[in-house]
C-alpha cells in the first residue's frame, strides 16, 4: 500500500480515500431493505431514531451506536453496519407443497419480523432476508405436510402460528423475531377445484334435502299435534256440555220436589185450618169431573166404576186414603 502510494500527490490520496466506493451489508436490491447505505466517519454523528449502527475498531467489533449524537476515532473506527430496527415486511415467493392427502399446492405469504439484536443480525448470519425465507418456505412445506386439503382452509389461523413458533426457534441466534406470518393465497390444481366445487354443490344439495325433510317432518307434527289438541278440546266441551245438562236435570228434579214439597206443605195448612176438608172435598171432587171428561177423548175403551153417580162416595174414598 505504500509503493502505490509514493506517486500520488498527498491531496489526491487524501481525496481518493475520502471518496472511495462504500461498502453495503448486502448488494440485492431487496437486501437493501435492511441497511442504508453505510455512512462515514466524520468523529462527530448523527444516528436517526429506530436504527442501530455497528462500529468496528481496527476490524474488530467496538459498539453500536444509539439513536442520536455520537463520536467516533477516525481511521480507528469505522461503520460497519447499519440494521433498521423498525418492523420489516417480507413477501416470500410462491412455492408448491403437498398435503398429507397427495394435493400439490401453489402458496405464498407475508413475513413481518424486527430486529431485536442488531449484534446477532450483524454478525451471526450472512443474508438474514435470505435466510429467513427460506426457513419460512420450508417451515410452510413441513407444516402443509401435516394437514388434508380441507384442513388447510380451515385451520389456516393455526397454520401461521405453527409456522411463526418455527421460525422464532431457528432464528433466535439471528437475533431476529417474527412476529407474525400469513398466507395471501393457495391455489389447487384445476382437476381438484372442480372437485371441491362438485363436493360443495353436493353438500348444499343435502343440506336442502336434510331442511325439506326436516319442514315436512315439523308440518306433519305441527298438523297431528292440532288435530289432536282439536279432538282433545271437542271432548272437553262434550264432556262439560254433559256436566252442564246433568246439573240442569239435576237442579230441575230439585226444584220440582221442592215445589211439590213446598205444595204439600201448603195443601197440609191450609186442611188443618177451619173449613178445609169441605175445601179439599170441592178440589177433588172437580179433578174426578174433570178426569171423567177426558176418558172418552184419550181412548175408545173405558172402564168406569159401578157408582159412577155417586160423587160424595168417591170424595169419601179418596179422603179416606188421604
Not at 40 to 66: C, D, K, S, Y
Request: glycine share 4%; charged share 25%; proline share 5%.
Amino acid at each position: 500500500m505504500i509503493g502505490i502510494s509514493v506517486g500520488i500527490p498527498p491531496l489526491l490520496l487524501m481525496k481518493h480515500k475520502l471518496f472511495r466506493p462504500v461498502p453495503r451489508l448486502w448488494v440485492t436490491p431487496a437486501q437493501q431493505r435492511w441497511a442504508s447505505s453505510l455512512p462515514m466517519n466524520t468523529v462527530v454523528l448523527f444516528v436517526p431514531q429506530q436504527e442501530a449502527w455497528v462500529v468496528e475498531r481496527m476490524g474488530r467489533f467496538h459498539r453500536i451506536l444509539e439513536p442520536g449524537l455520537n463520536f467516533l476515532i477516525p481511521l480507528l473506527d469505522r461503520i460497519r453496519y447499519v440494521q433498521s430496527l423498525k418492523e420489516i415486511v417480507i413477501d416470500v415467493p410462491e412455492q408448491s407443497a403437498v398435503s398429507l392427502d397427495n394435493v400439490t399446492l401453489q402458496i405464498d405469504g407475508v413475513l413481518y419480523l424486527r430486529i431485536l439484536d442488531p449484534f446477532k443480525a450483524s454478525y451471526g448470519v450472512e443474508d438474514p432476508e435470505y435466510a429467513v425465507t427460506q426457513l419460512a418456505q420450508t417451515t410452510m412445506r413441513s407444516e402443509l405436510g401435516k394437514l388434508t386439503l380441507d384442513k388447510v382452509f380451515r385451520e389456516r389461523e393455526s397454520l401461521n402460528a405453527n409456522i411463526v413458533h418455527s421460525i422464532n426457534q431457528a432464528s433466535d441466534e439471528w437475533g431476529i423475531r417474527c412476529l407474525r406470518y400469513e398466507i395471501k393465497d393457495i391455489h389447487v390444481p384445476p382437476r381438484v377445484k372442480e372437485s371441491m366445487q362438485m363436493q360443495v354443490e353436493a353438500e348444499r344439495k343435502k343440506r336442502a334435502t336434510v331442511l325439506e325433510s326436516e319442514g315436512t317432518r315439523e308440518a306433519a307434527i305441527n298438523v297431528a299435534e292440532g288435530r289432536k289438541q282439536a279432538q282433545i278440546l271437542a271432548s272437553e266441551g262434550e264432556k262439560a256440555e254433559q256436566i252442564n245438562k246433568a246439573a240442569g236435570e239435576a237442579q230441575a228434579v230439585l226444584a220440582k220436589a221442592e215445589a211439590k214439597a213446598e205444595a204439600i206443605r201448603m195443601l197440609s195448612a191450609a186442611l188443618t185450618e177451619q173449613n178445609g176438608n169441605a175445601a179439599a172435598s170441592l178440589s177433588v171432587a172437580e179433578q174426578y169431573v174433570s178426569a171423567f171428561s177426558k176418558l172418552a177423548k184419550e181412548s175408545n175403551t173405558v172402564l168406569l166404576p159401578t157408582n159412577t153417580g155417586d160423587i160424595t162416595g168417591m170424595v169419601t174414598q179418596v179422603r179416606t186414603f188421604n
